[in-house]
């Protein structure tokens, strides 16, 4: 079955390390995008990508870094400089323009 | 500013009713409009695309609206039944961005 999937589940941070979120898919999607979800609030934009090897920041990117090497995957890292992480981070990919999101099942960080 | 603004306020109804929920938006022209579906603690589901040229989009016991000189959205579950109870998201393409933007969503319980 094709998907996108995140890695791990929950993750934990002590303050000032950097910590990488894992995000796959097989569903041979161009496009990949990273938001994150607060309580009670909508998704908010950090980085997508349309094509390898070429991504762009979103409304949040500070404090975030992200690749895309390959088309299958986008990785996610959050490093010390990001100074409130703990979140709800949700990847996703598409076709393209005019298509709906394929979503993951997400990655709840907390910084310990 | 720009504001995607969806009724922070859940929306509790009857089994077999019809759920309408509303999304305005400010400052945006937006290329097409989705509608996702979130379960808690899950990732979004895509369950409709309308254009900025259509009035209409239908799917099973889904309608949705588009009015851009009301710049409104409107998103109908006809015959609600108790699985129906999520939150939902509005999302809107703005012209000229290449990701989508989200609002926060409205929680909709339909009671048996």
């Known amino acids: 079955d094709g998907g996108i999937t995140q890695s791990p589940k929950y993750l934990f941070r002590k303050e000032g390390q950097n910590v990488t979120l894992s995000c796959e898919q097989n569903l041979n999607h161009d496009a990949m995008y990273w938001y994150r979800q607060d309580p009670g609030q909508g998704l908010r934009l950090i980085y997508y990508s349309q094509i390898v090897n070429d991504f762009q920041k979103g409304d949040i990117a500070e404090g975030y870094s992200v690749s895309r090497e390959k088309k299958e995957s986008f990785p996610l890292t959050v490093t010390s400089a990001q100074k409130n992480p703990t979140a709800f981070y949700l990847c996703?990919?598409?076709?393209?323009?005019?298509?709906?999101?394929?979503f993951g099942s997400g990655t709840r960080l907390t910084v310990v | 500013s720009q504001k995607i603004e969806q009724n922070s306020e859940a929306l509790n109804i009857q089994e077999g009713k019809t759920a309408t929920l509303t999304c305005n938006y400010t400052?945006?022209?937006?290329?097409?409009l989705q509608w996702y579906r979130q379960d808690p603690g899950r990732g979004p589901v895509f369950l409709l695309l309308?254009?900025?040229?259509?009035k209409e989009k239908r799917k099973e016991r889904l309608k949705v609206t588009f009015d851009t000189t009301l710049k409104q959205s409107l998103f109908h579950i006809t015959a609600s039944q108790p699985a129906d109870s999520a939150t939902y998201l509005c999302a809107l393409m703005d012209t000229g961005r290449r990701a989508l933007t989200f609002g926060s969503g409205t929680r909709l319980q339909v009671q048996p």
């Open positions: 400052n945006y022209s937006p290329a097409y």
């Open positions: 309308i254009r900025e040229n259509e």
């Open positions: 996703a990919s598409s076709i393209g323009q005019n298509y709906g999101y394929t």
